[in-house]
Nanobody, 125 residues
Framework: QVQLVESGGGLVQAGGSLRLSCAAS????????MGWFRQAPGKEREFVSR????????YYADSVKGRFTISRDNAKNTVYLQMNSLKPEDTAVYYC??????????????????WGQGTQVTVSA
């Protein structure tokens, strides 16, 4: 099973950008479909985006479609989340997650079997 470590969070003004990274240990990263989730205070963890083992296809929550882009570099064992046009409602702890299946869109937390510790993203108005 892969171990996941997120980085790249921080404080940004509305309209700004951040790029999150998630580094995976182990030799099996390319066997994992990867996802990003987020959890705001007092709310449940929600799906943000997903990328297949090969990098295509990708999926997005409606709330981030057109603003966020997920990508991966299997040679570097890393998945990224480029976040543009950030809004205060994007404020949350962002988690990357691994799913060792090749199935399509999976939006539920229980469908992922590896999780990072999370990175805080704060967007000020």
């Amino acid at each position: 099973q892969v171990q996941l470590v997120e980085s790249g969070g921080g404080l940004v003004q509305a309209g700004g950008s951040l790029r999150l990274s998630c580094a995976a240990s182990g030799r099996t990263f390319s066997r994992y479909s990867m996802g990003w989730f987020r959890q705001a205070p007092g709310k449940e963890r929600e799906f943000v985006s997903r990328i297949s083992r090969t990098g295509s296809p990708t999926y997005y929550a409606d709330s981030v479609k057109g603003r966020f882009t997920i990508s991966r570099d299997n040679a570097k064992n890393t998945v990224y989340l480029q976040m543009n046009s950030l809004k205060p409602e994007d404020t949350a702890v962002y988690y990357c997650a691994g799913d060792n299946s090749a199935l399509g869109l999976r939006m539920m937390t229980y469908q992922y079997n590896a999780w990072g510790q999370g990175t805080q993203v704060t967007v000020s108005a």
